[in-house]
């Protein structure tokens, strides 16, 4: 029951903004969406999970999500362990990370490294 519950909070808002092409505006314009595998490197297998709420190159759909692209590989290894071990007491994120091994997570914080930072976005007046 938790693994639905998470995917009905994550995965299904994540799949109609994919659905409805909704894009955050700190998105490079430039970048392109289908572009997000730097040369040589494939996509995690696990990174859908991660993509609902994230995005799949690291581009947080919602404000209160953390944007992971250009982060330190090594930074979102450790951050994925204490959530998983509880460290952070995050029980979506523990939730999340509970199946996944450290050699999935290391593909995981390497792909979301390899990512463009995000441009901060601009408030108008």
Same mark, same amino acid.
């Given at each position: 029951?938790?693994?639905?519950?998470?995917?009905?909070?994550?995965?299904?808002?994540? =799949?109609?903004?994919?659905?409805?092409?909704?894009? @955050?505006?700190?998105?490079?314009?430039?970048?392109? $969406?289908? !572009? *997000?595998? +730097?040369?040589?490197?494939?996509?995690?297998?696990?990174?859908?999970?991660?993509?609902?709420?994230?995005?799949?190159?690291?581009?947080?759909?919602?404000?209160?999500?953390?944007?992971?692209?250009?982060?330190?590989?090594?930074? =979102?290894?450790?951050?994925?362990?204490?959530?998983? @071990?509880?460290?952070?007491?995050?029980?979506?994120? $523990?939730? !999340? *990370?509970? +199946?996944?091994?450290?050699?999935?997570?290391?593909?995981?914080?390497?792909?979301?490294?390899?990512?463009?930072?995000?441009?901060?976005?601009?408030?108008?007046?």
């Amino acid at each position: 029951m938790p693994l639905l519950r998470l995917f009905l909070i994550c995965a299904v808002p994540g =799949l109609l903004m994919l659905l409805l092409g909704a894009c @955050s505006e700190r998105l490079p314009r430039s970048s392109g $969406r289908a !572009a *997000l595998a +730097p040369a040589g490197m494939q996509p995690p297998a696990q990174l859908g999970l991660c993509a609902a709420c994230h995005g799949a190159n690291g581009h947080a759909r919602q404000p209160d999500i953390p944007d992971l692209a250009g982060q330190k590989a090594d930074y =979102l290894f450790k951050a994925m362990r204490d959530y998983q @071990s509880g460290a952070r007491n995050v029980p979506l994120m $523990r939730g !999340a *990370l509970g +199946p996944i091994d450290p050699k999935q997570m290391r593909a995981l914080a390497d792909w979301y490294a390899a990512q463009p930072m995000c441009l901060p976005q601009v408030r108008r007046p």
